[in-house]
């Protein structure tokens, strides 16, 4: 079955060049991408995204650490969309503990936990479909994915906006 997941390069697999080692590992799935951009992360956005787990003990510094305040504070947000995307990517991520992951995962092969405990495990990826929809439209407007994944409908807007000179 087609499904969608939310892919992210975290800060430290940016800062440590390995946007294109983690994409020709997620090359192996055959999967398409739908979207992608680069994001310097607001806290909002990372609270937003963490909210599930805002009441365990480390929230405060998986904040800074997807913020970027521990690395380069940019993230590459990509979704990756095709038959069994979620099961796909997770099995290429690896488990969430650097540790405990496969070595040949990405997080087995460049994960590490700092001396505070913070898991620099390189990548995220969706755990489900609904987090992958709740994360995309997140990360995503409609207009920025190649693909009609979720119901939308174009609304007048007026906002201020950054142009070229």
Known sequence: MAEQTLVLIKP?????????????????????IAAAR??????????????????KPFFTDLIKYIM??????KVMALVYWGDDALAKVRKICGA?????????????AYGRITTKGVYEN?????TNIEEAEREIKLWFSPDEIIMELYPSKKVMVSVEKRVWV
């Open 12 to 32: 430290d697999g940016l800062s440590k060049s390995l946007t294109g080692n983690v994409l020709a590992r997620l090359s192996e799935t055959k999967l398409e």
């Open 38 to 55: 680069i994001v310097q992360v607001s806290k909002e956005l990372a609270e937003q995204h963490y909210a599930l787990l805002k009441d």
């Open 68 to 73: 970027g305040d521990y690395h380069k504070k």
């Open 96 to 108: 969430t503990n650097p540790e405990e992951a496969d070595p040949v995962s990405i997080r087995g």
């Open 122 to 126: 390189v990548i995220h990826a969706s």
